[in-house]
């Protein structure tokens, strides 16, 4: 091996010993002996059996890469010491022909990256020390099992030998020596094999398979810790966003075997099962088996209970069938591991003749159903408190309790897949517009809506399938966002999909479906089906009520939802919203009938023309109104005027021109120049907010107008007083606001006079400028100041990073991979930048006005991560999509808890 230079200083402790009893290490140790480590130190410490061993640290792989991949020089002393420590702890001495002491070389980082990094097994065997273990043992057969699985581990590790070679000489000598499986090889047939590795290795042009048990232990540490970098793990830290700099510590263990007999197995465990929560032991083993065995397929594994044994009908024995007093052990030490760690563990056992040994244990994954079930379990049997169980399970994953989800035992033909844009699964017939999405679902019919891409000219069509389908798009294309916001399941941007309109038909490939074919989609993970899916319906079970009354319990921000439609507000109730903090007027429009006399609005050439559309659209958006301050009775509602730029209602094609130049009774040339008058260069920073409102101010004095005019009825209706929060949008001066609020306020008096009542209501506006949380202070202040604030991160991250959202696909793939983005800014606040806008706004608000009220109704809204920046800017709630109010309620808790906890 390579040796970095002496160092003159003291050599750090870099290496920590465990055995039963005698620890230097504990399980608060992760960031230097890597996870694997400190709990085996651990398990060592709770006088668990454990084969003894030591860590080499963490810090010792920086050391390892900073040093052009060599090892310090002072590690060698240390790593001698304790592998003596570990050959008088077992009887056996390495590197000794007549009692050979065998140790595996183990990667184990601070984070779990289960199978992604290198382990070696069975080291110290070689041509002398193999027959030293046949005779210790009294078994050939086992001694020399176990030398071809070194040979073939430290061949493909650490002399770079594909493992496939070794796969293929194997399997070779087994189909002509007619064997079916490697238990049926004898002492005599594994020496073949030896032989046959052996020379595998030579001709491979590597250097051969080393003698020196010396260079063996040190050739495989380097190896592991070079492990750190190889593609698979790379790869794996840059999907779980691990960093680099922390680094794999190294475990070097005494082997205990599994593959001495039929007494002896190995296997994995989980305290309770990972994919219900059920609290029961769930796993698999085999008899006569080694490391990697039970998970690489080579012979099928066996149930652990007998109980699983029985709901899976399999034919062959469980562990506890087949020894009893080992699982009995197991279980007592599993009991004692869950009252230590209390949490659900998953472990990795071996049983040496009938003896058990713990090798692994970590907190197991677990799906968000086990999560949810496990966290109110583990409070009721008093092992947690309420609010640790409210911490244990991740947001993010309550959205799958929501939705259907695919049954993972269907069998199903895999079409292609996307991104996983909205989750959820959906199976119907396909189309391919929106106008036959929408005819198809009055038929009663399911459908999945399959577009190049959607535009707001789909909204009915989304709104009316059952799951969205787009060739192209990233998670924020419009058919993302939007099938998130209505919590219709999504597939966007799945390349490989060709759409022919014409012919009414997709490929991929050489498949070809049309339209009325049945596919299934699965919004969680991208993926596409042939065919209808299996599902699960979503269960809202007793446990998952539990959790999130113990989260309300925690007083964190309260939560709204984003609702536009009394389908949405009905959603956001049944998932308990404390109210709508957006209910966004434009969605009101885009409804086929409706949006012809938008049109027409829009086109008029003169306030008279205007003034006559808008009064046939009051009427409907009073009702519009009505049914929603009536779902929502005394729960607070926030309404937006009217914000969009103009052009996404403009008509486009040559019959919806025709249909609005009928309509207003003017040539369709004139209506056409009107359309091209109205289009902008950039529309989003265009005619639209506050500024549509001051160009239009009829618009505005209609909406007040629905508005309280509903507020009256629904009020009448249900006995109660509707207070209705009115919105301004895109405000930046407070001039802006007063002219607005103005019409607003003037509308209301008149009003009031009309009806000879009075009104309640509160006025606000959008933060969603820089200058506006710059100037705060303005818009708060006074009297007719604005009463809350709502900040409008959507935009303001437009606004302040200068970048469009619509066109930020491609540019924000490219920044998260050279690090120029921690996240997708438009999916999490970026809490430097665009944060310190909004902390500026709030203080510069409540200076002004102590009791403003404040609040946040952008995509962040529903962002576990933003809810706690939102939490400790002082906000009074966040609002967000119906289907994420459940989400939000629990980060909302958690970060209360999180703050109390840290005060
Ligand atoms: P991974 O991180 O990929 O799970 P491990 O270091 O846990 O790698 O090793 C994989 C398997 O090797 C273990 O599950 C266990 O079956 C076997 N193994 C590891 N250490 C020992 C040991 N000291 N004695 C026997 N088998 C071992
Ligand atoms: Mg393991
Ligand atoms: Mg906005």
């Keep these: 091996m390579a040796l970095g230079h002496p160092s003159r200083e003291a050599t750090p402790k870099w290496v920590y010993y465990f055995a039963a009893g005698d620890s230097e290490g504990r399980a608060d140790m992760s960031d230097l002996l890597g996870g694997k480590g400190a709990n085996l130190a651990e398990m060592a410490n709770l006088g668990l059996p454990v084969p003894p061993g030591f860590t080499i640290t ?28 570990v050959g008088k702890e077992t009887g056996f001495s390495f590197g000794n022909e007549e009692n050979p002491l065998l140790v595996a070389v183990r990667s184990g980082g601070r984070a779990s990256m289960p199978g992604m990094m290198d382990t070696i097994l069975n080291l110290g065997l070689n041509d002398r020390t193999v027959q030293g273990l046949a005779r210790n043992s009294n078994d050939e057969r086992f001694a020399y099992d176990s030398y071809r699985r070194f040979i073939q581990m430290y061949g493909d590790v650490v002399l770079g030998v594909d493992h496939a070679v070794f796969e293929d000489i194997l399997d070779n000598f087994k189909n002509l020596n007619g064997f079916s499986f490697d238990t049926e090889l004898g002492a005599g047939e594994w020496r073949e094999v030896i032989a046959a590795y052996k020379g595998a290795i030579e001709d491979s042009g590597s250097a051969p398979f080393p003698q020196d048990t010396n260079e063996q232990l040190w050739g495989a540490i380097g190896a592991v810790f070079g492990s750190w970098q190889n593609n698979r793990a790379v790869t794996y830290r840059r999907l779980h966003a691990i960093p680099e700099s922390w680094g794999t510590a190294v475990n070097v263990q005494a082997m205990v075997f599994g593959n001495m007999g039929n007494t002896s197995a190995t296997g994995v465990a989980f305290t309770r099962n990972p994919s219900t929560g059920a609290n029961e032991i769930y796993g698999e083993y085999l008899i006569n088996a080694q490391g990697e065995d039970v998970v690489s397929g080579i012979r099928t594994p066996h149930t652990l209970t007998i109980k699983a044994r029985e709901e899976a009908e399999d ?5 506890e069938d087949e020894l009893p007093g080992a699982f009995h052990e197991l279980k007592l030490i599993f009991g004692a591991l869950e009252s230590r760690y209390r949490d659900m563990q998953d472990i990795e056992f071996t049983i040496q003749n009938g003896k058990v040994w713990m090798l692994q244990t970590r907190s197991g994954k677990r799906t968000a159903e086990a999560a949810v079930k496990i966290a109110v379990d583990l409070a009721a049997e008093g092992v947690i408190r309420r609010d640790e169980a409210v911490l244990r399970v991740d947001p ?104 022919n309109e014409q012919a009414a038909t997709l490929s991929v490939g050489q498949r070809v479906l049309k339209a009325g074919d049945i596919v299934t989609i699965d919004g969680a993970t991208g993926r596409v089906y042939v065919g209808e899916v299996p599902m699960r319906q979503p269960q809202l079970s007793g446990d998952f009520a539990s959790l999130i009354a113990w989260a309300d319990a925690a007083g964190g921000l309260s939560v709204r939802a984003n609702a536009d439609t009394p389908k949405d507000a009905r959603q956001a109730r049944a998932f308990g919203a404390q109210g709508i903090g957006l209910c966004r007027t434009e969605h009101m429009f885009f409804d086929a009938e409706r949006i012809l006399t938008m049109r027409e609005m829009i086109c008029a050439t003169n306030e008279a023309g205007r003034k006559s559309a808008l009064a046939r659209i009051l009427p409907v958006q009073r009702a519009d109104f009505v049914e929603l301050f009536e779902i929502m009775g005394e729960l607070p509602v926030t309404i937006r005027l009217l914000d969009p730029p103009l052009h996404e209602f403009l008509p486009r094609q040559e019959r919806e021109l025709e249909a609005v130049a009928a309509q207003l009774k003017m040539p369709i040339d004139k209506l056409k120049a009107r359309v091209d008058e109205l289009s902008e260069f950039n529309p989003m920073l265009g005619l639209r907010g506050s500024r549509l409102a001051i ?75 820089p200058r506006a949380c710059l100037r705060a202070g303005d818009l708060a202040d006074g009297e007719d100041g604005a009463d809350f604030f709502s900040f409008g991160t959507n935009d303001l991250t437009q606004t302040a990073l200068g970048l469009s959202r619509d066109d930020a696909a491609p540019i924000l793939s490219a920044y998260a991979t050279q690090g120029i983005y921690d996240a997708d800014p438009f999916a999490s606040i970026d809490q430097q930048g665009v944060g310190e ?53 629990l980060a909302a808790a958690q970060a209360a808890i999180r703050a109390k906890l840290d005060a």
């Design 315 to 319: 034919p062959n024995p469980s562990l």
């Design 58 to 85: 963490t810090e010792v792989c920086g050391l390892y890469y900073r040093n052009q991949r060599s090892l310090p020089e002072g590690l060698v002393p240390q790593v001698e010491r304790a592998l003596e420590r």
């Design 695 to 769: 160009r239009y101010p009829e618009i505005t004095e209609m909406q007040a107008r629905a508005i309280f005019e509903a507020a009256i009825e629904a009020g009448k209706r249900q006995g109660v007083t509707v207070e209705p929060e009115i919105m301004i949008p895109l405000v930046a001066y407070r001039r802006e606001y007063d002219i607005l609020a103005g019409v607003i306020r003037n509308t209301a008096d008149t009003i009031e006079k009309e009806a000879g009542v009075r009104l309640a209501y509160k006025l606000g506006t959008m933060i969603e400028l």
């Design 396 to 499: 993010s994953s309550f959205t799958q309790l929501l939705h259907p989800t695919i049954d993972p035992s269907a069998e199903m033909e895999l079409l292609t897949s996307g991104l996983p844009a909205s989750p959820g699964a959906a199976s119907g017939e396909i189309v391919f517009s929106s106008d036959e999405a929408e005819r198809q679902k009055q038929q009663g019919r399911a459908v999945i809506l399959v577009r190049t891409e959607t535009s707001p000219e789909d909204i009915h069509g989304m709104h009316a399938a059952a799951g969205i389908l787009t060739a192209r798009g990233g998670m924020t294309s419009h058919a993302a966002v939007v099938a998130r916001g209505m919590g219709v399941p999504c597939v966007s941007g799945a390349g490989a999909i060709r759409i």
């Design 837 to 889: 806008l909004v902390r500026i706004g709030v203080e510069r608000g409540r200076e002004k006005k102590p009791t403003l009220k404040i609040g946040i109704c952008g995509e962040h809204g529903g962002d576990p991560d933003s809810i706690a920046f939102f939490h400790s800017a002082g906000f009074d709630y966040v609002s967000c999509s119906p289907f994420r109010v459940p989400v939000a309620r």
